[in-house]
């Protein structure tokens, strides 16, 4: 103990810097080599079976399906048709902004694999493109990523730990049986090629109708973000076969989204378990490209929405079904819709699809309440810097100040009234 | 957005027009510690405009109002705070002559 202490003390300055400088970089190298997200995943985490998310249950979990359906009041919903923001006019817009997502995508935002756009073996070019480098490749691929409609775009390895370890598909084809449930099928995924890289693409949601939630209109945010979705990864991972590499897209079926998406630097997992990106928030939809072309990755990136979240409470209080913790991150949660082992909040998903079930669409309410959900002004871009300050008290009084000043409000009525009113 | 940056230019050098006339014509000679007080409260009010417009850009007139609430209200202490001080340095500038 003395010697340590005798040849600490012997350390002039400029030892001491080379030995930081040296720890910081071996630091860096370890932190970046293992585990490439900055989220804590345990051992407990194993690929997830595909049947177990909520939409898929929907096709085999029937005491499940009986639950949410009994909480349904036909008569209300009918009546539901009466007020602004579910009119006709605002469901023929909801529809009409789903529609290339299902002309294209059809399922695929219910998990159903291998749809039009999502099919994994199209063609590619026979000679490949050689790229300088793998730096050379990714910033190629970005540059047409983001010309093709992609608001952000990083690039992580491949990862199967984030993979469906078995698929559902429902056979659309074939009668339902008897009681007049759907026919489906489970298999393992079998990729035409072994992936090496991910391009996680976040595709920006409309601000203005987001924040009409929970409505139609709300859901045609929703929708359009899907049809985008569908469009740009389509396009992006066309891009990557005409370079005569294999690749193809993915949405909401194959794999989990929001891993690839923070390894990739696209944001930080939060409250609401989405991802929040530092440009958008939460208002992102997220489609990932998978290909054998090798790429450099990007690094994660921290920008304090996680600190922040540990103090902001707004997504857990706007959420009409309870579904959002209001405690410490946990590793487990309570359905078998929580894939378990990983450090984080577990909404409850059972909750807030009961809760879009009785809404008559979806909800975006924790998306639009959330603090970071922001139009790019050069106000909340201050506010956001102060947020990245670590400082516990400042994120409370943040969150307090955002709600104070009107941001993030739900269930506005007026606003849904006066939307077909504003040019 | 470009609009509301050259029309907050154009208060900011209005502003510092107005000072800097007012100082010259009644040949006032300011501490440092009034001149901090004239910039911060310059920059308080400008800041309080700004986001004022940018709040009714984005048609949050709640955030607008509150804004104009709390940050007007701090450039208006400011600005009390600034003209006491202004006050005594020229009182303590007359006594001295």
Known sequence: MNNNVKTAIKLDRRQFLKISALATTSGALMGTSENRSPIKITNKCQRMDQKNTIFSRQLWDYEFVKRIESSIDRASMEALEKVKGWTPLDQALDQAAWALDHKFASGSEGGQPHSQAYEWDEPKRRKKVEFQNPKDASRKIKKAARYLGANLVGITPYDPLWTYSRLIKENFESEPNSDGKPEFEQFVPEFPFEPKSVVAIAIEMDYETMALSPSSLEGAATGLGYSRMCSVGYSVATFIRALGYRAFANGNDVSLSIPYAVAAGLGELGRHGMLITPEYGPRVRLVKVFTELELKPDNPKAFGAWEFCKNCKRCADACPSQAIPTGEPTLEGKTISNNPGVLKWYIDPEKCIQFWRENGTDCANCITACPFNKPPMWHHQLSAGIVALPIAPIHAIMAKMDKFFGFGDVNDRRANAAFWEKD | ?97
């Open chain 2, 1 to 97: 957005m470009s609009l509301i940056t050259f029309g907050l230019g154009a208060i900011a050098v209005l502003i510092l027009w107005g000072i800097t006339g007012w100082i010259k014509r009644n040949q006032i000679k300011l501490s440092w510690p009034s001149w901090l007080g004239v910039i911060l409260t310059a920059l308080l009010a400008l800041f309080t405009v700004a986001w004022l417009l940018s709040c009714i850009i984005e048609r949050e007139t709640q955030a607008a109002g509150m804004g104009l609430l709390i940050f007007g209200a701090l450039a208006l202490i400011g600005f009390g705070l600034t003209r006491k001080k202004i006050i005594k340095d020229t009182k303590s500038q007359a006594k001295g002559k």
